[in-house]
């Protein structure tokens, strides 16, 4: 059996570090962090099994890295054949990048108190990124986009988005509040690493 190359994911969190060590700027964090995921997912050979089992019942948020000052989480998201989220918010910046399968994003718009389609169903390939956040556009609904096989997408945000107080909506825009945790397994051990030269320059 192969052994997952963590190294690759070791060196995306140097480089992530130095990047929000060198500015607050989230359209800053946005661009060059996501210049960083989509080479990390350009790579389906770093992820280890136990971040990357799906759940029958449910998709799963595994934690793959939580920063020690919260700054921000990298997490997978694994989702079984057909599985969807609500409708929901995450209250801070995200980047959200595909390592296996499909997965479909919808966007939505709060129009008054309801909620509102925004644009057409985006469909993210393996390899491509896309952003979030309250100044862009941070509340949707994503699904796998197979009924017959897993999707794995890597999920940042600017803090520990386990620990976040957030939202799901209803079909009339009613918030639902909630905080997502993570599924029960441990972070894989990651060599220290640092920064590549130029990580975000």
Same mark, same amino acid.
């Given at each position: 059996?192969?052994?997952?190359?963590?190294? %690759? =994911?070791?060196?995306?969190?140097?480089?992530?570090?130095?990047?929000?060590?060198? /500015?607050?700027? !989230?359209?800053?964090? =946005?661009?060059?962090?996501?210049?960083?995921?989509?080479?990390?997912?350009?790579?389906?050979?770093?992820?280890?099994?136990?971040?990357?089992?799906?759940? *029958? !019942?449910?998709?799963?948020?595994?934690?793959?890295?939580?920063?020690?000052?919260?700054?921000?989480?990298?997490?997978?998201?694994?989702?079984? &054949?057909?599985?969807? #989220? *609500?409708?929901?918010?995450? #209250?801070?910046?995200?980047?959200?990048?595909?390592? %296996?399968?499909? !997965? =479909?994003?919808?966007?939505?718009?709060?129009?008054? !108190?309801?909620?509102?389609?925004?644009? *057409?169903?985006?469909?993210?390939?393996?390899?491509?990124?896309?952003?979030?956040?309250?100044?862009?556009?941070?509340?949707?609904?994503?699904?796998?986009?197979?009924?017959?096989? /897993? #999707?794995?997408?890597?999920?940042?945000?600017?803090?520990?988005?386990?620990?976040?107080?957030?939202? #799901?909506?209803?079909?009339?825009?009613? *918030?639902?509040?909630?905080?997502?945790?993570?599924?029960?397994? $441990? &972070? &894989?051990?990651? &060599?220290?690493?640092?920064?590549? $030269? %130029?990580?975000?320059?």
């Amino acid at each position: 059996m192969t052994q997952p190359r963590l190294h %690759r =994911l070791a060196q995306f969190l140097a480089d992530l570090s130095a990047l929000v060590e060198h /500015t607050r700027d !989230e359209a800053v964090i =946005l661009e060059h962090g996501a210049a960083l995921l989509a080479g990390l997912v350009a790579h389906d050979d770093w992820l280890p099994d136990a971040q990357a089992r799906p759940d *029958p !019942e449910r998709y799963q948020q595994y934690l793959l890295h939580r920063d020690p000052d919260a700054r921000f989480s990298v997490v997978s998201f694994v989702w079984g &054949p057909g599985q969807a #989220t *609500p409708v929901h918010d995450h #209250t801070v910046w995200g980047l959200v990048g595909v390592l %296996r399968g499909a !997965e =479909l994003s919808q966007g939505y718009d709060r129009r008054g !108190e309801a909620l509102a389609a925004k644009g *057409p169903v985006h469909r993210l390939e393996p390899g491509q990124v896309e952003a979030v956040s309250p100044r862009i556009g941070d509340i949707h609904r994503v699904a796998n986009a197979f009924d017959d096989r /897993t #999707t794995i997408s890597i999920h940042v945000y600017g803090a520990d988005i386990g620990a976040v107080r957030r939202s #799901t909506y209803d079909a009339e825009g009613r *918030p639902k509040p909630f905080i997502s945790g993570y599924a029960d397994t $441990p &972070p &894989p051990l990651l &060599p220290v690493l640092a920064p590549s $030269p %130029r990580a975000f320059l």
